[in-house]
């Protein structure tokens, strides 16, 4: 019994020690609350500083945004600077290539013009030495040729004195027949080649007339000095045509017909073809015409705009 009694009563004290310890601490934890409490209403500022400290942050914000704008305007300005600074000194670069290349265009197009017009007159003064001496020469052949054609024809007439001689009517009239054909063929390469020289001499006039205008004419005059050689050698196969058909009355010989039938065809050729570069001096004349018209009418419409753009 006593020994119940006695753990009874350590259980009790037990009981009473804890809940003392418990009451303590209650009273230390109430007491650390109350001290935090007590701090934190001492270390928060009040609405005034808290306005202040707000005003002098944005004060700082804006001051640091108006220093970076600031900044950012000089470094803009300095780009604008060295920006206008570069593109003058790009415009002053090409104007001063644009004057130099303007001068030496110009000391170019002098030059150009300057050797041109010496050609020009170089090409005048042989064209004429050569046109001369062509002139010369022909005059000379043509003089053959007439001096040559009164011969035969001297030798043809005695042909026909001939045959009066000739006591068969048959072959008189046979021998008359053959003179006849031999001038008809003669007179009508004649024909021939005058037709041809009245057109070259239209031609020539045509050349003048152009060349006075303005008109280049090169072309058409080397065509033309084409034909004249041409008619000239065709002059003179009629001239060889003449004193092979004036040698006899009688019937030609074999070699004789084949250099007459040469003959022929070779004066045929050469007629044809003064003709035909007579036709080309001709077309040259036209489209170079053409082009001087179209030349000038492009000139005038440029410098009717130039005039109105400066009015």
Same mark, same amino acid.
């Given at each position: !019994? ?72 000089? !470094?803009?300005? @300095? ?6 600074? !570069? ?16 001068? *030496? ?17 170089? !090409? ?28 035969? *024809? ?25 003179? *006849? ?16 020289? @009245? ?57 004789? *017909? ?54």
């Amino acid at each position: !019994m006593k020994k119940y009694l006695s753990l009874s009563f350590v259980l009790a004290m037990a009981v009473l020690i804890g809940t003392q310890v418990s009451a303590q601490d209650a009273e230390v934890t109430l007491d650390v609350k109350a001290g935090a409490n007590v701090n934190a209403e001492t270390v928060r500022p009040s609405p005034a500083q808290m306005r202040a400290n707000a005003n002098a942050n944005m004060e700082a914000r804006l001051k640091a945004q108006a220093d970076l704008k600031a900044k950012r305007e000089a !470094m803009e300005a @300095e780009i604008k600077a060295k920006r206008e600074a !570069m593109q003058a000194e790009i415009k002053a670069n090409r104007e001063a290539t644009q004057t130099e290349m303007k001068e *030496k265009r110009t000391e170019v197009t002098a030059e150009m013009k300057a050797k041109r017009e010496e050609t020009k007159t170089a !090409m005048e003064t042989k064209r004429a030495e050569v046109k001369a001496e062509i002139q010369t020469k022909r005059a000379e052949i043509q003089a053959e040729i007439k001096a040559t054609r009164v011969e035969t *024809k001297a030798k043809m007439d005695a042909l026909k004195a001939n045959i009066k001689t000739e006591k068969d009517a048959t072959k008189a009239k046979v021998k008359e027949t053959r003179v *006849k054909v031999r001038e008809e063929a003669l007179t009508r390469f004649d024909a021939a080649v005058k037709r041809v020289s @009245e057109l070259k001499d239209k031609v020539n006039a045509q050349i003048v007339k152009l060349e006075a205008k303005g008109v280049v004419t090169t072309d058409a005059e080397n065509f033309v000095a084409t034909a004249d050689v041409k008619l000239t050698a065709a002059g003179e196969k009629i001239v060889e045509a003449n004193a092979l058909l004036s040698i006899s009355i009688d019937e030609l010989t074999a070699e004789n *017909k084949e250099a007459l039938k040469t003959l022929v065809k070779e004066i045929e050729t050469l007629i044809k073809d003064a003709h035909r570069a007579l036709n080309d001096a001709i077309k040259s004349l036209r489209d170079t015409a053409k082009a001087k018209i179209e030349a000038d009418a492009a000139v005038t419409a440029a410098t009717s705009a130039t005039t109105e753009t400066t009015q």
